[in-house]
């Protein structure tokens, strides 16, 4: 076995409007995968309510039965006071760690604990996390673990929570945990660009966006895949991908993973990783096993080694090798 230590790996929360059917079937597989930690929740639209808070409590029961670790998380961008109080309705619940999408969420957290006990929680990673100060200033909350923004590099990481001297809070040294495998999430916006392209308002979007299962990819004039809208999001059309990354993963201090779902093949994403990063399997085959998978786009791991995010820096080593 390797001397580096194993990883955890979380998945992270669905960002796409599945039908309801299809969300359940999904999560059964993941209730049978090697991930110890699953995120759920709606993120991006509070329009995509088909999954209430109670069906995701009943979800999240329903993995804890099966062994799953689960966090609930809020949105990344709130703008009403539905929301707000949504936000509110999962923090105050106590059954499950949450994650803080944003500084709603925060906020919410802080007034939960009062002058008691502070509760632990995750900080997501559109959380503005960019220093150690910053990670410090949240520790005092409860966090446990960290999220890093995704553009944020691997060696960056390590300066903020190195291993070796963590930030610590009141539940102990707060985790990294790194984003290492999906459409990076690139910005939230008030307008619904999915909405827009097909000239409809925000309002009476007619729920396009169940219409694309891992979001509408855009292309360059070109020909070449650019963008995805998903909602009010816009993601990369490239897969962010650390499967090649372990070794800079563990000199960063991360201590988990977090995958984030995709419509087809997600289950051996999932044990593709944990080969990899928990039981020395080759990443030069775990990477070409990937290209033969159904993947809505293309691996790529720039922002992760200083790079412009679409390249392929130590994927193209590994696959080389």
């Known amino acids: 076995m390797s001397a580096i230590r194993p990883f955890g790996i979380t998945v992270g929360p669905l960002l796409y409007w599945w039908p309801r059917a299809q969300t359940m079937e999904f999560y059964a597989?993941?209730?049978?995968?090697?991930?110890?930690?699953?995120?759920?929740?709606e993120l991006v639209c509070s329009r995509r309510h088909e999954f209430k808070l109670d069906d995701w409590l009943a979800l999240a029961r329903d993995l804890r039965s099966a062994g799953k670790n689960v966090v609930l998380g809020t949105q990344a961008l709130v703008m009403a006071e539905a929301e707000t109080r949504s936000v509110r309705r999962i923090v105050e619940q106590d059954e499950f760690a949450v994650e803080a999408g944003d500084a709603t969420a925060l906020a919410a957290l802080a007034r939960s604990h009062g002058a008691g006990t502070p509760r632990p929680f995750v900080i997501g990673p559109h959380v503005n996390v960019y220093s150690r100060a910053a990670l410090a200033e949240l520790a005092p909350l409860g966090a446990m673990r960290w999220v890093p923004p995704l553009e944020l590099a691997l060696d960056a990481v390590r300066l903020i929570n190195p291993p070796d001297a963590r930030v610590a809070g009141p539940a102990g040294p707060i985790e990294t945990e790194v984003f290492a495998f999906g459409r990076m999430p690139l910005a939230f916006s008030a307008r619904c660009f999915t909405a827009r392209h097909y000239r409809l308002k925000k309002d009476e979007c007619e729920y396009r966006c169940r219409d694309d299962a891992d979001g509408l990819r855009l292309d360059t004039a070109e020909g070449e895949p650019f963008l995805v809208l998903n909602g009010i999001q816009t993601q990369s059309a490239a897969l962010h991908c650390l499967l090649g990354s372990r070794a800079a993963l563990a000199a960063a201090g991360a201590q988990r993973v977090r995958?984030?779902?995709?419509?087809?093949?997600?289950?051996?994403?999932?044990?593709?990783?944990?080969?990899?990063?928990?039981?020395?399997?080759?990443?030069?085959?775990?990477?070409?096993?990937?290209?033969?998978?159904?993947?809505?786009?293309?691996?790529?791991?720039?922002?992760?080694?200083?790079?412009?995010?679409?390249?392929?820096?130590?994927?193209?080593?590994?696959?080389?090798?």
């Open 29 to 41: 597989a993941v209730a049978e995968g090697a991930a110890d930690t699953v995120v759920l929740g």
């Open 259 to 321: 995958l984030s779902p995709c419509s087809a093949d997600f289950a051996r994403v999932v044990q593709l990783f944990d080969d990899v990063l928990n039981h020395d399997a080759a990443s030069g085959a775990a990477l070409a096993e990937l290209a033969t998978l159904r993947l809505p786009g293309a691996p790529v791991d720039g922002f992760a080694h200083r790079r412009p995010g679409l390249e392929a820096v130590e994927l193209s080593k590994e696959v080389v090798s």
